[in-house]
């Protein structure tokens, strides 16, 4: 089974801090994803990468960033955080575009 | 923009019960339908839909998808207090990876 792993499930950092959201899969899957979940709102794709080095906007991009430098890792990053990024954020991991995706357990952020 | 619609939001059954959950979709170039659980952590994976008609099952999950009236169900028979989640439908398209996620459905069995 394939296993996605985010490194914190609860963080809580202040406004203007750079955040950096960890997220590691032991498959060897190509596409990696970032997602917010907010009630009322669903699931929101922030950004998604096909390969190592290689990273393409999602639906709101706007305040985040991505590395993968190393086809495992999948790194999200909040430049400069702010109070509307409180939020749970999920990682997921998938082969390819005809194959479902797998998610990781989520970060609960909290920006006060 | 595309678009996938569940409903109702929210549902109260009792155990025994069956549910029919619903999800439409309006999206360009449609490739395939997912179905996933989610309890407190991650979204679970229960199903992927392409062809029309065909029913996928899983125990006492099963989930159908009409591709001609763009919409799927999930039908969930005998409940349990097990069952009681969020249900996500979500709609691949186009040639890339992108999942477009509906708002999900909270489910709640009581005993």
């Known amino acids: 089974d394939v296993k996605v792993t985010q490194s914190s499930r609860y963080l809580v950092k202040r406004t203007g801090e750079k955040v950096f959201l960890e997220c590691v899969q032991d498959?060897?899957?190509?596409?990696m994803f970032w997602y917010r979940q907010d009630p009322g709102l669903g699931l929101r794709l922030i950004y998604f990468s096909y390969d190592v080095k290689m990273k393409e906007k999602g639906d709101i991009p706007e305040g985040y960033s991505v590395s993968r430098e190393k086809k495992e890792r999948f790194s999200l990053i909040l430049e400069s955080a702010s109070t509307n990024q409180t939020s749970m954020y999920l990682c997921a991991a998938a082969p390819d575009s005809n194959q479902p995706q797998h998610f990781g357990d989520g970060t609960r952020l909290s920006i006060l | 923009e595309d678009k996938v619609v569940q409903s109702p939001l929210s549902l109260v059954v009792h155990e025994g019960d069956t549910v029919t959950l619903n999800c439409s979709y309006e999206v360009t170039n449609f490739r395939s339908l997912l179905w996933y659980k989610q309890e407190k952590k991650a979204p679970t994976f229960l199903f992927m839909l392409?062809?029309?008609?065909i029913e996928k099952k899983s125990g006492r999950l099963s989930s159908i998808l009409d591709k001609k009236e763009l919409f799927s169900i999930l039908n969930i028979t005998a409940t349990q207090t097990g069952d009681s989640a969020i249900y996500l439908c979500?709609?691949?398209?186009?040639?890339?990876?992108?999942?477009?996620f509906g708002k999900g459905i909270t489910l709640s069995v009581r005993p």
């Open positions: 392409t062809s029309s008609g």
């Open positions: 979500a709609v691949y398209t186009g040639a890339n990876s992108k999942l477009t």
């Open positions: 498959m060897d899957h190509e596409n």
